[in-house]
């Protein structure tokens, strides 16, 4: 009995486990992650990435990514500043430190969006997300998803779909990840979502009580 209240007291002053959502480009983390946040005002806050991509329009420097240069991230990486960082698509990702303290400060659910070799990385941490991993219903569907977005040239389009088939087949490790969810239809996806981050969310709304 005392060892369940102990670890109950533990875990709240832990804070909210975050959670790390990952999946091929394209598969619909960003859609998922923002229909999270604007259903749950306050709970959830989003790890802002550093990123060496161009913004694309409508993106916003500090609030989709903080857009570096390759040398700036390099210097950054170096100087022990990221959880993980790894090369995508041509071009470089990576967590900052920074990024998730300033969520976790604020005792929020902290939300990475990560590719595959983030989550290798994040697993060697002592971060203990949990780990979401959102796929397309096929490749055929993704790539259409892609070209209907509009944000890629023919090239980078080829090199996220070699990614993609890549990470389907990384992400085929047994128990890598607590949930996969196979995005098809978008409300059925997000409930799923919404399932197994329950008792994380019930945690911060029941501090925001107080
Ligand atoms: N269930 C769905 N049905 C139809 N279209 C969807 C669905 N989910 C997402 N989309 C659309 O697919 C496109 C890709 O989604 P999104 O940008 O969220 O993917 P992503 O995984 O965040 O990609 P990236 O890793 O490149 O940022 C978007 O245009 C989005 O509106
Ligand atoms: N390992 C990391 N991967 C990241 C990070 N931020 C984003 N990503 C992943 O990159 C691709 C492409 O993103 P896009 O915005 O250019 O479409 C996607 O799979 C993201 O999940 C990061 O900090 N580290």
Same mark, same amino acid.
């Given at each position: 009995? $005392?060892?369940?209240?102990?670890?109950?007291?533990?875990?709240?002053?832990?804070?909210?486990?975050?959670?790390?959502?990952?999946?091929?480009?394209?598969? @619909?983390?960003?859609?998922?992650?923002?229909?999270?946040? /604007?259903?749950?005002?306050?709970?959830?806050?989003?790890?802002?990435?550093h990123?060496t991509?161009?913004?694309?329009?409508?993106?916003?420097?500090?609030?989709? $990514?903080?857009y570096v240069t390759r040398e700036k991230m390099t210097e950054g990486i170096a100087n @022990?500043?990221?959880?993980?960082?790894?090369?995508?698509?041509?071009n470089m990702?990576?967590?900052?430190?920074?990024?998730?303290?300033?969520?976790?400060?604020?005792?929020?659910?902290?939300?990475?969006?990560?590719?595959?070799?983030?989550?290798?990385?994040?697993?060697?941490?002592?971060?203990?997300?949990? $780990?979401?991993?959102?796929?397309?219903?096929?490749?055929?569907?993704?790539?259409?998803?892609?070209?209907?977005?509009?944000?890629?040239?023919?090239?980078?389009?080829?090199?996220?779909?070699?990614?993609?088939?890549?990470?389907?087949?990384?992400?085929?490790?047994?128990?890598?990840?607590?949930?996969?969810?196979?995005?098809?239809?978008?409300?059925?996806?997000?409930?799923?979502? /919404?399932?197994?981050?329950?008792?994380?969310?019930?945690?911060?709304?029941?501090?925001?009580?107080?």
């Amino acid at each position: 009995m $005392y060892l369940r209240l102990f670890s109950r007291i533990f875990s709240a002053m832990a804070g909210p486990r975050p959670v790390v959502l990952t999946g091929p480009s394209g598969a @619909g983390k960003s859609t998922l992650l923002k229909m999270l946040m /604007k259903e749950y005002e306050g709970v959830f806050g989003f790890s802002v990435s550093h990123t060496t991509r161009d913004p694309r329009p409508g993106e916003e420097n500090g609030k989709d $990514y903080h857009y570096v240069t390759r040398e700036k991230m390099t210097e950054g990486i170096a100087n @022990g500043e990221f959880i993980e960082n790894a090369e995508f698509s041509g071009n470089m990702y990576g967590t900052s430190k920074a990024s998730v303290q300033d969520v976790q400060a604020k005792n929020l659910i902290c939300i990475l969006d990560v590719d595959i070799q983030g989550v290798k990385n994040i697993k060697k941490t002592d971060l203990n997300p949990i $780990y979401v991993s959102i796929q397309p219903p096929s490749m055929q569907i993704l790539e259409q998803r892609l070209r209907d977005r509009q944000t890629e040239t023919e090239e980078s389009l080829q090199k996220r779909l070699e990614a993609a088939r890549l990470d389907m087949e990384l992400s085929k490790e047994p128990g890598i990840f607590d949930l996969v969810i196979i995005n098809d239809n978008l409300e059925d996806a997000y409930g799923k979502l /919404k399932d197994v981050l329950v008792d994380e969310i019930a945690k911060v709304q029941e501090a925001n009580k107080s």
